[in-house]
């Protein structure tokens, strides 16, 4: 009877056994005294462990980079908080990429870590640096973006690739008219006034491309973070509509506006989206009638199939020339023209809708273009958008 009450009492709550042992049977009292110290030993071991796994988890969760854990079929357990903001629900997107399927399964023969680059292509490139961990089946997925300082090394080559590209005709340009004046017109009052303005025309020019070309190369940068601060975008659109009074002025256009007071909000860059529409105005304005009609019309997304339900569109329409239809897919690569001639006529720099495509692409958002020629063309843009209003 002794010995069975010995074992119910160590098998249920040791705690409550008699801290005097000597009434328990002689025999028996070493035995008793070492199974309680055993007992709240591991007890305690256990809530060491804990503890430290506890810490360990809250350490794994402050990580500044993505760390996911799968089961062995690859299916995803465990996220920190990292994945979570950086992958959202692209996790099966990367899970998916042929690279890591690669990496999950040379690990996997391995029983070592793995180490891989790839590119995860939506919603916008990125490039990330992959390291697979097996750990006793389950396999950690360590994930550090490397978008940033790889836009950077592009940024600085293509910086210097289109910058040399594109000043090389001007600066050229300014060369040639300064030769002149030091010789042939050097005493020649009428020339050197002439060319002195074209001159100017040709700094400007150079001044305007290199300042284009810096916000391309930052907006490059920023591509793959999406921004989160709300806006509303009707008194955003108000400004720049004042703003583009005294050009709408100077070209006798009409401008026509239709925006709703309850437009959704949407997560914006509020001076890049200024950028966009600010960019499509005054391509509507240059390019459009003299003495014409622009419309500037935004509305809740719905209306249009082409588009998500949930969205905020803007469009900008000219009564222009029109764009070939041949032209239309490559409007938003840089420094691409339609009529180069007419372009440097007006002012452009070949870089205003990269610029515009970029800035979109940042913002989760869609850019469509229609073009009928002789009609005219709608430039439309769509921004997800949040569910709060601003009223």
């Not at 070209?251 to 239709?258: I, Y």
């Not at 000219?318 to 006529?345: C, M, N």
Request: charged share 25%; net charge positive; proline share 6%.
């Amino acid at each position: 009877m002794v010995m069975t009450s010995l074992v119910r009492a160590l098998q249920t709550r040791p705690e409550d056994m008699p801290r005097n042992t000597s009434l328990l049977v002689p025999g028996m009292r070493l035995l008793g005294q070492e199974a309680i110290r055993l007992i709240h030993a591991e007890r305690l071991s256990r809530a060491r462990l804990v503890a430290s796994a506890t810490e360990d988890r809250a350490l794994v969760e402050r990580l500044p980079d993505p760390l996911m854990k799968l089961d062995t079929a690859g299916n995803p357990v465990w996220r920190n908080a990292s994945a979570v903001a950086a992958f959202g629900t692209e996790t099966a997107a990367l899970l998916r990429h042929p690279m890591l399927r690669t990496a999950l399964a040379d690990a996997g023969q391995t029983n070592a870590p793995v180490r891989s680059r790839l590119t995860l292509a939506v919603p916008v490139p990125r490039d990330l640096d992959v390291t697979v961990i097996p750990v006793n089946g389950p396999v950690y997925v360590l994930v550090t973006d490397r978008t940033h300082e790889r836009a950077l090394e592009k940024m600085r080559a293509d910086f210097v690739a289109n910058s040399s590209h594109e000043l090389r005709t001007p600066l050229a340009s300014l060369i040639g008219f300064i030769e002149t004046l030091r010789g042939s017109a050097a005493d020649d009052p009428e020339a050197q006034k002439r060319f002195l303005g074209i001159m100017a025309e040709q700094a400007a020019r150079m001044q305007r491309v290199i300042g284009d070309l810096l916000s391309l190369s930052r907006i490059e940068i920023s591509e793959h973070q999406p921004p989160e601060e709300l806006l509303d975008i009707r008194p955003l659109l108000e400004r720049i509509i004042a703003g583009m009074e005294p050009m709408l002025h100077e070209n006798e256009t009409r401008l026509e506006v239709a925006i709703p007071p309850d437009l959704p909000v949407v997560p914006a860059d509020a001076d890049q989206l200024a950028q966009v529409f600010t960019n499509l105005l005054d391509n509507a304005i240059k390019y459009g009638k003299r003495g014409g009609c622009i419309k500037l019309v935004a509305a809740r997304a719905g209306t249009d199939a082409r588009f998500a339900a949930n969205g905020v569109l803007v469009s900008v329409a000219d009564d222009g020339t029109g764009i070939p239809r041949e032209h239309i897919p490559r409007l938003t690569e840089r420094f691409y023209r339609v009529d180069k001639g007419r372009s440097r006529a007006v002012g452009g720099t070949g870089l205003g809708l990269a610029i515009v495509k970029h800035v979109i692409n940042r913002h989760r958002g869609r850019l469509v273009i229609d073009s009928t020629e002789g009609r005219g063309t709608v430039f439309t843009v769509w921004l997800p958008a949040r569910i709060v209003c601003i009223r």
